[in-house]
């Protein structure tokens, strides 16, 4: 009954070989976030989605892109990833319009080869 | 703009110590305070808000606005309690103060 669904849970690319990230849910948030968490740091938020509306953090870099083609599904597309590009990226989902949580995914584990 | 800060980046205590995790906070306007968690290998997972004033896990956290904490704390710590603990904070207001800001962590660590 998971209800933010992170696929893959580990995923290896190539330097500089486009990859992307998929993030679905089930529970009809308006908003999506995407964080980077490398080794025993917190979460770093990239970007967020409220509804279309697409909400980038200042300090995320270019190389970073994301998709939220409807309400259930969201992209994160690496275009040339590096070896620093290497962490755990979570996907979370919240509702605006009241005092709510966020509820997070298992996350994907990007190795870079 | 929104901040949160958790001076302290371990915390080691015995069993049946009692801990507290501090999480302190920058906002200008009236900010809804979160402490998540994230054990060994799971997802990360609210475990309180400030908003509903409840105890979970037998933690309790209570916002200070003169303060400007949210302090996590547990009379008698156990050692399932071992995990990083995250504040964090999400605003109301117009645009992007919704979102949610997390500290940089407490690595909790309970000695038998």
């Known amino acids: 009954d998971a209800m933010v669904i992170q696929n893959p849970r580990y995923q290896v690319t190539q330097f500089g070989k486009p990859v992307t990230l998929s993030c679905s849910q089930t529970l009809n948030h308006n908003v999506m976030y995407w964080y980077q968490q490398k080794s025993s740091q917190a979460p770093k938020l990239l970007f967020h989605?409220?509804?279309?509306?697409?909400?980038n953090e200042a300090d995320t870099p270019d190389n970073f892109q994301s998709r939220r083609p409807n309400t259930s599904f969201c992209f994160l597309d690496i275009r040339s990833p590096g070896l620093g590009d290497a962490a755990m990226y979570l996907c979370a989902t919240s509702r605006v319009g009241g005092w709510t949580e966020a509820f997070f995914g298992q996350g994907t584990r990007l190795t870079v080869v | 703009a929104q901040r949160v800060t958790q001076p302290e980046k371990l915390l080691s205590v015995f069993k049946g110590a009692p801990v507290e995790l501090k999480c302190n906070y920058s906002y200008s306007g009236s900010p809804e305070l979160f402490w998540y968690v994230q054990y060994s290998r799971q997802r990360l997972q609210l475990l309180l808000r400030h908003i509903s004033r409840e105890s979970i896990k037998g933690f309790t956290a209570d916002l200070n606005k003169g303060e400007t904490s949210f302090h996590l704390k547990k009379p008698f710590a156990q050692e399932e309690d071992s995990a990083m603990y995250y504040c964090a904070l999400s605003g109301q207001g117009g645009g992007s103060n919704y979102k949610l800001t997390f500290g940089k962590g407490t690595l909790l660590t309970v000695n038998p």
């Open positions: 989605y409220y509804d279309k509306d697409f909400n």
